[in-house]
């Protein structure tokens, strides 16, 4: 880290260091609030864990630096590394909500109110009743002022006009879209829908919020600069959908290291859908239950490719970004090609711990080596997929 010049040590944890500050003291302001459950209750239930700031800051830190170490002041950069913190954070807990206890109608309810919470400023937490469930209700609202937080970070510094707020406005919406379309896919327990990977990549996997993530530092960058030149425009655009691509990889390879507990509650999952599409599994496996067809899985080599169709995006996320520094003249693309290795190795450490075999460190090992080497490990059959890719 200490070789870019963007995110040396010390400026890194000065920031991140201020930036958990901050969060601490805005903790507080949720543990006040009557229309909210405290954040020891979100605790307690599992909803909400301390290392989701810690981590949160960190990876924020790292990726805020390189796009605004040369145009915003300090408290900037900081801003939009809490609003990208504690956004982050919001969707885990509201996804914790929505996965342990809501149906299908309550979840897509609190998805479309946590989205106008990131982007509206004529936003009201959910209102209290007599009945026995409103705690879930002030878990919810718990999040709902973590993503205002997000949203009033944004709009004050800027406008809720600007160019990449309206952006960010338009990635959101497209990431509850998202969203909604997966809760659609795990109600339905692919019993009407047709599995579909193409449609998995381009819709269902917008979840991730990589987009939403770099939106944030645009914001700050915009309102650093002024007016965003031709140039910053076109390396923006690469950044984003580089940042796209980069977080379904993720999303891949986080549902090869949450298989068990994805498949325990119905959630969608991309190994499985991989599975079906290259006519490893068929429907008939998926009612066998969760146990057996993990088994399946691993030993059809299932999970393997999986992470190897994350590598393939977590790669077109790697050519965005080297395409973007023919442009991004005041940015630190090098150190932003750094965090991304980072957020690879993060995501895949789970599978280390799971596996503690020598496959499993030889894949957290390609974190580091070249790109060559890595595209060099992914079979034909999942190379097969790059033009799908490109497509989406």
């Known amino acids: 880290m200490q070789k870019y010049s963007s995110i040396n040590y010390r400026k890194t944890v000065s920031n991140i260091r201020e930036t958990l500050r901050r969060i601490d003291s805005n903790l507080v302001k949720i543990d006040k609030n009557p229309y909210c459950l405290p954040v020891y209750e979100l605790e307690q239930l599992g909803l909400y864990k301390k290392k989701y700031m810690v981590y949160g800051a960190y990876l924020s830190a790292i990726s805020s630096l390189p796009i605004l170490y040369q145009v915003a002041r300090d408290r900037d950069i900081i801003s939009s590394i809490f609003a990208k913190t504690v956004a982050v954070t919001s969707i885990k807990v509201i996804d914790n909500i929505n996965d342990r206890f809501h149906d299908f109608d309550h979840a897509i309810r609190s998805q479309q109110k946590h989205g106008q919470a990131l982007t509206c400023n004529d936003f009201f937490l959910n209102e209290m009743n007599e009945c026995n469930l409103q705690w879930i209700k002030k878990a919810e609202n718990s999040t709902y002022l973590m993503a205002q937080w997000t949203y009033n970070a944004l709009v004050s510094p800027t406008s809720n006009t600007s160019e990449m707020f309206e ?3 338009r990635d959101a919406h497209n990431y509850i879209s998202g969203q909604i379309q997966s809760f659609y896919q795990k109600f339905n327990k692919f019993e009407t829908t047709p599995i579909d990977l193409p449609k998995y990549l381009e819709s269902i996997s917008t979840k991730g919020f990589g987009k939403l993530w770099i939106d944030i530092d645009f914001c700050f960058y915009e309102k650093s600069v ?5 140039d910053d425009r076109k390396a ?9 691509f980069l977080f379904k990889a993720l ?12 498949l325990a509650n119905d959630i969608i999952n991309s190994s499985v859908i991989l599975g079906i599409d290259q006519g490893k599994l068929s429907l008939d496996d998926l009612q066998n239950g969760y146990n057996a067809l993990i088994k399946l899985l691993e030993e059809r080599k299932i999970l393997f490719d999986t992470v190897k169709l994350g590598d393939l995006c977590f790669l077109k996320s790697i050519n965005r970004l080297l395409e973007a520094e023919k442009y991004a003249k005041q940015m630190d693309i090098q150190a932003l090609i750094y965090c991304t290795r980072i957020l690879r190795l993060f995501l895949l450490r789970k599978m280390v711990l799971e596996k503690r075999n020598i ?3 030889n894949e957290l090992v ?8 890595l595209r060099s490990s992914i079979p034909d059959r999942i190379l097969s997929y790059d033009k799908l890719l490109d497509r989406i």
Do not use: A, P, Q, W
């Open 251 to 262: 999303c891949i390879y986080d549902d090869t290291t949450d298989l068990r507990e994805d």
């Open 236 to 244: 923006m655009g690469l950044i984003n959908k580089s940042l796209d």
């Open 366 to 373: 390609l974190s580091f080596k070249g790109f060559e080497k």
């Open 226 to 230: 002024g007016e965003i030149s031709e």
């Open 167 to 169: 952006k960010f406005r």
């Open 359 to 361: 496959g499993s460190v």
